[in-house]
């Protein structure tokens, strides 16, 4: 059953000229990690304003769990209580006047009582850095504040589905990369995350599945490799060819080796490239609560370690907290994985609950020629 599912969907914006949307027949899975791409102006955030009913179609039809979309009364409530999207523009959603109301808005229209709401209002600024701005005024705050506000408000919805039309552009480097690894996060705990971006790097490698829109018309649906495959089509759409996949090629070229496993990743290009002899162990120490630096020294002693890493957001605060010394604050994955074929051991704290998604990237670098040997502690 798929997650949503549009057939033959027009739009047309009142005085608009043209179509926004034409004949987009797309298919969304639950639980795959989708990307919505395509040059400026070509409808993808006239196609997000149609997942949660806030357009309807000029023509054509959409299903959200194989159901027609709802437009009003309690399918609708359920349908925004599901769906969470955080517009481009945190000015067309940022309205109370404190940072902590716009927050709690959300879980407010869901009845919860005020114990929970608050309780949600505090983990949402948490996990997106702005514990600080709780009290202040939305009006006074920066457009990559606002934006996290908005993310924050949209968290605190605790959505099934998390929409986001550009959520990285304006966000400053670190923040990109910690809301990249809470998608990751959201993914590995069930929520769907799709999002829209320009950043076809970003796109690269976090997409299980992208669709292309030129034109408000979907010309592409599938892996990326897909797509990029085809030179014309990407040039036609106004976009560019990811840094990691014309690495790939032009190597697996030069060296007449075949273009596939298309590595995603710095460490599974450089494990394709130059596959290590005898790489170090990642040390994976779950850690949810605060750590003791005393112990986190000694175990840095114990498993040899000469990097350490944090990988998570919970993990993150409670090193931040502990003041453990942390050579990878983010990217640790990559960061260690790296370490490692250089035949360094590393030590990496990880969110509990995001054991296993380490563990699977760790291990996927063997389909790209080097086993990185780990331990769970
Ligand atoms: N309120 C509006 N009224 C009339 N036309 C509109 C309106 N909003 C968007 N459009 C038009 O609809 C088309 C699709 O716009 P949309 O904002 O969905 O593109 P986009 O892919 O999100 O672009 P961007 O990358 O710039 O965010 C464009 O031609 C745009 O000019
Ligand atoms: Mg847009």
């Known amino acids: 059953m798929p997650l949503f599912c549009t057939e033959g969907l027009f739009f047309k914006y009142e005085g608009g000229r043209g179509n926004a949307l034409a004949d987009v027949n797309i298919t969304i899975k639950d ?4 990307v919505i791409m395509g040059a400026n102006g070509a409808g993808k955030s006239t196609f997000f304003y149609h997942l949660n009913g806030v357009l309807r179609p000029t023509k054509g039809k959409i299903y959200y769990r194989g159901e027609k979309m709802p437009y009003r009364g309690k399918a609708l409530r359920n349908l925004r209580s599901d769906v969470a999207v955080m517009l481009q523009d945190p000015n067309d959603q940022l309205f109370a006047p404190k940072v902590s109301d716009d927050v709690a808005f959300g879980p407010k229209n869901l009845g919860l009582d005020t114990q ?5 209002v505090k983990e949402a600024l948490y996990l997106t850095g702005i514990e600080s701005l709780g009290n202040r005024s939305v009006m006074q705050l920066s457009y990559g504040q606002k934006k996290r506000v908005v993310l924050a408000g949209a968290l605190a919805m605790h959505p099934k589905v998390l929409i986001m039309d550009e959520p990285t552009a304006g966000l400053d480097p670190q923040m990109s990369k910690e809301l990249i690894e809470l998608a990751d996060e959201l993914h590995h705990i069930g929520t769907t995350v799709i999002f829209s971006t320009h950043d076809v790097d970003l796109s ?8 292309v829109l030129r034109g408000g018309r979907n010309i592409y649906s599938g892996d990326s490799e897909g797509f990029y495959d085809n030179t014309s089509d990407v040039y036609l759409s106004g976009l560019v060819e ?22 995603k990743t710095l460490p599974q290009l450089v494990a394709k490239a130059v596959p290590s002899e005898n790489p170090g162990t ?4 779950p850690a949810d609560g605060d750590v003791d630096p005393d112990e986190f020294s000694s175990l840095i002693s114990s498993t040899g ?12 605060k409670s090193v931040q907290i502990s003041k453990l010394p942390i050579d990878y604050f983010f ?47």
């Open 242 to 263: 990811p840094a990691m996949y014309d690495m790939n090629v032009s190597m697996s070229e030069l060296v007449g080796d075949p273009a596939e496993p298309y590595p």
């Open 31 to 34: 639980g795959v990690r989708t």
């Open 204 to 211: 690269y490698s976090w997409a299980d599945e992208i669709h």
């Open 116 to 120: 929970t709401v608050d309780e949600r």
């Open 331 to 377: 990217g640790a994955d990559e960061g260690c994985i790296l370490e490692s074929m250089h035949g360094n051991d590393t030590l990496i704290c990880c969110d509990k609950v995001l054991t296993d998604l380490l563990i699977s990237k760790i291990s996927r670098i063997s389909k790209f020629g080097t086993e990185i040997p780990y331990s769970l502690l």
């Open 282 to 285: 990642v040390h994976i120490l």
């Open 305 to 316: 370690s000469s990097a350490t890493g944090v990988y998570g957001t919970k993990a993150r």
